[in-house]
């Protein structure tokens, strides 16, 4: 089982649109997934409750107690709520083999941001390569001054970078109706779908690659 855990402790910074598309993504190629999540305003669930029956199935989770050790998935995606810190940040960033931090092109999401970095960079699982982190851009218009900040910051994180997501309509309207791009028609979404693969390759890359080397990342 691989496990993705989408953080940053800014409200609004795009974790429950990274989680449930991700979730998505993995359940339209067949994959087992349990969508784990830990904000107890349960938005992530709440989208699951929206899902009609008739899209690829994915299991959800009350991610706030630590059923870990009694997944059976493939990929367990685990959402998570503003303001994680302390302890709880420590120990689901133990049980991660990848950490995502979505976060948005403004000056307060860059100081949050820049802050929550720090605490990753010295989490012990993280220091001792057992946790990877990556950052994404979310609602990212290429154009604005504010994206080329975003850019700066990412660059100078030290973390690798998966790309930006840009602001589009369809991320709300998919949310509304239970669903993730990758549930969309293709040709409606062709652009917003590009722009998920360096994320989707460096996720599926790695995963295979701990598989090789030994089944899957026991902690
Ligand atoms: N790429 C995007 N384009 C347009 N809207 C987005 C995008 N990413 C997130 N949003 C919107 O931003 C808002 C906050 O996102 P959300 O995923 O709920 O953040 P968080 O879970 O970190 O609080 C939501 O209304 C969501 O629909
Ligand atoms: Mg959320």
């Given at each position: 089982?691989?496990?993705?855990?989408?953080?940053n402790?800014k409200?609004?910074s795009g974790?429950?649109?990274?989680?449930?598309?991700?979730?998505?993504?993995?359940?339209?190629?067949?994959?087992?997934?349990?969508?784990?999540?830990?904000?107890?305003?349960?938005?992530?669930?709440?989208?699951?409750?929206?899902?009609?029956?008739?899209?690829?199935?994915?299991?959800?989770?009350?991610?706030?107690?630590?059923?870990?050790?009694?997944?059976?998935?493939?990929?367990?995606?685990?959402?998570?709520?503003?303001?994680?810190?302390?302890?709880?940040?420590?120990?689901?960033?133990?049980?991660?083999?990848?950490?995502?931090?979505p976060m948005q092109?403004?000056?307060?999401?860059?100081?949050?941001?820049?802050?929550?970095?720090?605490?990753?960079?010295?989490?012990?699982?993280?220091?001792?390569?057992?946790?990877?982190?990556?950052?994404?851009?979310?609602?990212?218009?290429?154009?604005?001054?504010?994206?080329?900040?975003?850019?700066?910051?990412?660059?100078?994180?030290?973390?690798?970078?998966?790309?930006?997501?840009?602001?589009?309509?369809?991320?709300?309207?998919?949310?509304?109706?239970?669903?993730?791009?990758?549930?969309?028609?293709?040709?409606?979404?062709?652009?917003?779908?590009?722009?998920?693969?360096?994320?989707?390759?460096?996720?599926?890359?790695?995963?295979?690659?701990?598989?090789?080397?030994?089944?899957?990342?026991?902690?």
């Amino acid at each position: 089982m691989s496990t993705v855990l989408i953080a940053n402790p800014k409200g609004g910074s795009g974790k429950t649109t990274l989680a449930t598309n991700l979730a998505g993504y993995f359940a339209t190629r067949g994959r087992h997934v349990v969508l784990s999540d830990m904000d107890r305003q349960r938005s992530a669930l709440q989208w699951l409750e929206r899902r009609p029956y008739k899209l690829p199935l994915i299991h959800g989770l009350d991610g706030r107690g630590d059923h870990t050790g009694s997944l059976s998935a493939d990929w367990n995606i685990v959402d998570s709520p503003a303001g994680l810190r302390g302890d709880k940040l420590s120990t689901a960033v133990k049980h991660a083999d990848w950490v995502i931090v979505p976060m948005q092109p403004s000056a307060f999401d860059m100081g949050a941001t820049r802050d929550f970095l720090q605490v990753l960079r010295e989490e012990k699982s993280i220091r001792k390569g057992h946790t990877f982190v990556a950052m994404i851009g979310m609602r990212v218009d290429s154009r604005t001054r504010a994206a080329s900040a975003l850019q700066d910051f990412l660059a100078e994180s030290g973390f690798p970078v998966l790309g930006n997501l840009r602001n589009a309509q369809v991320y709300a309207l998919a949310a509304e109706q239970g669903a993730s791009l990758f549930d969309v028609r293709p040709s409606q979404v062709s652009r917003d779908l590009q722009q998920w693969s360096p994320l989707l390759h460096w996720l599926v890359n790695a995963s295979k690659r701990a598989a090789k080397q030994g089944g899957s990342h026991a902690k």
